[in-house]
């Protein structure tokens, strides 16, 4: 950016010049007596004096209008790389959630909003679109059990800690149970929670139904949304939502969800990219992969 000129010489000397003829307008005219005419000579050296003085304004202002056209283009170009870098903190904050609690981990993603939500999904939505509902179902119940909400009896029985509570209505069903893993997770799998789940993800076209309409399977922008979240740190509660059993970093709590088996889906390109028992994914025909 050039320096702006500095005027005033050019103001002073041009203001000098035109009084100078303006008096020598006045007193030739004033020694003629021709008043009438000395007024109007008046006139136009008055108007040439503003003249001037306005297109000495108008130099000076186009100057600096050239001058100050950088840095709103600076400005822009700095607000559009500060988004960009916001965009992408969001998305690396998936990765650095590790083995917080749920509702910690929510509230440290979206600045203590009590929706729980990373990027555009929870992690109800995020193990629906990567593993359908019974995704849901161990993605909430592990998430309980980690944060000492549930805890498992040697009988492999689940049961609440007392005082606990639920973050979503998901897991306040999870919280009911009194049953064996397998049950509980088939329970809560086919709770109504979670088909509002499904619901919502199906009206905001992240997840569409089969021309049959027995299976579910992520749209492209459902399965673009599970791209941007992982991957995800073993043994965080988007690690669970995004690789089931092989999400779980504690082997004890590994071991004991997977003694159950579940049944075979269509999301995520390998069924509803489920488990079995040893902890491999099931894939479309219901074989480990």
Same mark, same amino acid.
């Given at each position: 950016?050039?320096?702006?000129?500095?005027?005033?010489?050019?103001?002073?000397?041009?203001?000098?010049?035109?009084?100078?003829?303006?008096?020598?307008?006045?007193?030739?005219?004033?020694?003629?007596?021709?008043?009438?005419?000395?007024?109007?000579?008046?006139?136009?050296?008055?108007?040439?004096?503003?003249?001037?003085?306005?297109?000495?304004?108008?130099?000076?202002?186009?100057?600096?209008?050239?001058?100050?056209?950088?840095?709103?283009?600076?400005?822009?170009?700095?607000?559009?790389?500060?988004?960009?870098?916001?965009?992408?903190?969001?998305?690396?904050?998936?990765?650095?959630?590790?083995?917080?609690?749920?509702?910690?981990?929510?509230?440290?993603?979206?600045?203590?909003?009590?929706?729980?939500?990373?990027?555009?999904?929870?992690?109800?939505?995020?193990?629906?679109?990567?593993?359908?509902?019974?995704?849901?179902?161990?993605?909430?119940?592990?998430?309980?059990?980690?944060?000492?909400?549930? &805890?498992?009896?040697?009988?492999?029985? =689940?049961? /609440? *800690? $007392? #005082?606990?509570?639920?973050?979503?209505? %998901? !897991? @306040?069903?999870?919280?009911?149970? &009194?049953?064996?893993?397998?049950?509980? =997770?088939? /329970? *809560? $799998? #086919?709770?109504?929670?979670?088909?509002? %789940? !499904? @619901?919502?993800?199906?009206?905001?076209?992240?997840?569409?139904?089969?021309? =049959?309409?027995?299976?579910?399977?992520?749209?492209?922008?459902?399965?673009?949304?599970?791209?941007?979240?992982?991957?995800?740190?073993?043994?965080?509660?988007?690690?669970?939502?995004?690789?089931?059993?092989?999400?779980?970093?504690?082997?004890?709590?590994?071991?004991?969800?997977?003694?159950?088996?579940?049944?075979?889906?269509?999301?995520?390109?390998?069924?509803?990219?489920?488990?079995?028992?040893?902890?491999?994914?099931?894939?479309?025909?219901?074989?480990?992969?």
């Amino acid at each position: 950016m050039h320096p702006e000129p500095d005027l005033r010489p050019q103001g002073r000397q041009a203001r000098r010049r035109l009084r100078r003829r303006l008096g020598e307008g006045l007193g030739e005219h004033g020694s003629r007596g021709e008043e009438d005419q000395g007024g109007s000579h008046t006139s136009s050296l008055q108007e040439e004096l503003h003249g001037e003085a306005g297109h000495l304004r108008d130099r000076g202002g186009g100057r600096r209008e050239e001058g100050s056209a950088a840095p709103p283009e600076r400005d822009r170009r700095r607000r559009r790389r500060e988004q960009q870098a916001r965009e992408g903190a969001v998305l690396r904050s998936l990765q650095r959630l590790g083995p917080l609690p749920n509702h910690e981990a929510g509230r440290a993603a979206s600045g203590g909003a009590s929706s729980r939500r990373w990027c555009a999904v929870d992690r109800n939505e995020l193990a629906y679109l990567s593993g359908g509902p019974h995704r849901v179902a161990l993605a909430a119940l592990v998430t309980l059990v980690l944060e000492g909400r549930m &805890r498992l009896s040697y009988a492999g029985k =689940l049961y /609440a *800690v $007392a #005082g606990a509570t639920g973050g979503d209505p %998901v !897991e @306040e069903i999870a919280l009911l149970q &009194r049953s064996t893993l397998p049950e509980a =997770l088939a /329970a *809560v $799998a #086919g709770h109504e929670s979670v088909r509002a %789940v !499904e @619901e919502d993800l199906i009206r905001r076209e992240l997840v569409t139904r089969s021309w =049959l309409g027995r299976f579910r399977r992520a749209t492209p922008a459902g399965r673009r949304l599970i791209e941007q979240a992982g991957p995800a740190p073993r043994g965080s509660v988007v690690g669970v939502a995004l690789d089931g059993l092989a999400g779980i970093s504690d082997e004890k709590i590994r071991r004991q969800f997977g003694g159950s088996r579940r049944k075979r889906g269509s999301l995520r390109g390998q069924g509803t990219g489920g488990w079995d028992a040893t902890g491999n994914t099931l894939g479309g025909d219901g074989t480990p992969s």
